[in-house]
């Protein structure tokens, strides 16, 4: 029973880690091609106007962030699980805070959720 608990756990910790690893890094990507959507339009018109560059040279710095991170939840689980959780976090206060977007704001705070699930799971399954 214990073996099939530790390997359902690893099992578990493996999809949870290709997930969050995989996509931010097909997002980061998409942010250089534009295909699944037009990711200027979730720049805050206040925060747009504020920046020192385009909305696009944003995205742009964002989806470099998002390969790097994604890689790193490949690597290093925990770490990287950590890192995701707290950037989607960070999009679904700034999507709040521009007043628009509410479903988006509210699946990236489920999404950082289930990061930061990960990064507890890895924990119990891995030792990185």
Same mark, same amino acid.
Not at 59 to 84: K, N, Q, T
């Given at each position: 029973?214990?073996?099939?608990? =530790?390997?359902?756990?690893?099992?578990?910790?493996?999809? #949870?880690?290709?997930?969050? +690893? /995989?996509?931010? *890094? %097909? &997002? !980061? @990507?998409?942010?250089?091609?534009?295909?699944?959507?037009?990711?200027?339009?979730?720049?805050?018109?206040?925060? =747009?106007?504020?920046?020192?560059?385009?909305?696009?040279? #944003?995205?742009?710095?964002? +989806? /470099?962030?998002? *390969? %790097? &991170? !994604? @890689?790193?939840?490949?690597?290093?689980?925990?770490?990287?699980?950590?890192?995701?959780?707290?950037?989607?976090?960070?999009?679904?206060?700034?999507?709040?805070?521009?007043?628009?977007?509410?479903?988006?704001?509210?699946?990236?705070? %489920?999404?950082?959720?289930?990061?930061?699930?990960?990064?507890?799971?890895?924990?119990?399954?891995?030792?990185?």
């Amino acid at each position: 029973m214990e073996a099939k608990i =530790s390997q359902t756990i690893r099992q578990t910790s493996d999809l #949870l880690r290709l997930t969050y +690893g /995989i996509v931010p *890094i %097909v &997002a !980061g @990507l998409d942010k250089f091609f534009n295909l699944l959507t037009h990711w200027e339009d979730y720049v805050p018109p206040a925060l =747009s106007s504020s920046l020192p560059f385009s909305p696009h040279t #944003l995205m742009i710095l964002v +989806g /470099i962030i998002e *390969i %790097v &991170a !994604g @890689l790193i939840v490949l690597a290093r689980p925990v770490i990287g699980g950590y890192i995701v959780s707290a950037w989607l976090a960070l999009i679904g206060v700034l999507l709040l805070a521009g007043g628009s977007f509410f479903d988006v704001a509210v699946r990236d705070f %489920v999404m950082a959720i289930g990061a930061f699930s990960l990064t507890r799971i890895a924990k119990l399954a891995h030792k990185y």
